[in-house]
């Protein structure tokens, strides 16, 4: 089960091309947020576009929400050949037996090495030790909808406030790009500063629900 960590701050950056899905607003600003984000994604897309787009963000977002999300977007690139690349991008936190970094990250790295066609290695980033992992799925086709086969990306980042472990997740149907998207993910994981949060009352920014106080860029 996904949950959101009580004593955990974290902030990461996110390269240009990605696009913020607006999670946690309240009702009264999430529809002009989300028609803001439709007009980043369609700058010059047609007015129908971009209320599909909005839509289908809705909901996305919701569903995201609803589900202890801390952060998602969208990226949106153009290949050489100008074809298009997209891929999704998820933080998580999960709660794990409050043990070392070093520690939580072998536990990781050993437990996903043993799931079949799944490639998995051990990095080490700014803030501490992670593991790295990439697998492909298949999703089944059902009436219109073809089968689709996705590439998902995925850093495991212990947290130094133990019993966290942050998941950084990038998934996306566009095999020929996983040497951009894996370089990416890596980026943002070199970003990524952990800290143990501050009480409310002694910082000026509210904090996030669940008590995370998360800074995305």
């Not at 309240?26 to 002009?32: E, Q, R, S």
């Not at 998820?90 to 043990?99: F, G, T």
């Not at 472990?165 to 990524?192: H, K, M, N, W």
């Amino acid at each position: 089960m996904t949950t959101s960590p009580q004593n955990v701050s974290l902030t990461l950056d996110t390269p240009e091309g990605f696009h913020e899905l607006p999670l946690h607003l309240p009702p009264d600003v999430l529809d002009a947020a989300l028609w803001e984000l439709a007009e980043k994604i369609w700058p010059g897309g047609t007015e129908f576009q971009r209320e599909t787009t909005a839509v289908v963000y809705s909901d996305l977002t919701a569903a995201l929400a609803a589900d202890s999300v801390l952060h998602a977007s969208v990226a949106f690139y153009e290949t050489e050949d100008g074809v298009a690349s997209t891929a999704h991008f998820l933080v998580r936190a999960e709660a794990v037996e409050p043990d070392a970094p070093d520690v939580v990250a072998a536990s990781v790295q050993e437990g996903l090495a043993f799931e079949e066609h799944r490639s998995v290695d051990r990095v080490d980033l700014p803030c501490g030790p992670a593991v790295l992992s990439l697998h492909a799925t298949e999703t089944d086709g059902t009436g219109i909808l073809p089968t689709l086969d996705f590439a998902h990306i995925e850093l495991y980042v212990p947290a130094p406030v133990r019993g966290w472990l942050l998941v950084l997740a990038l998934s996306t149907p566009c095999f020929a790009d996983l040497p951009r998207y894996t370089g990416i993910l890596r980026q943002i994981g070199e970003s990524l500063v952990i800290r143990p949060a501050t009480r409310e009352n002694d910082d000026p920014e509210a904090a996030a629900p669940g008590g995370v106080r998360a800074v995305f860029g």
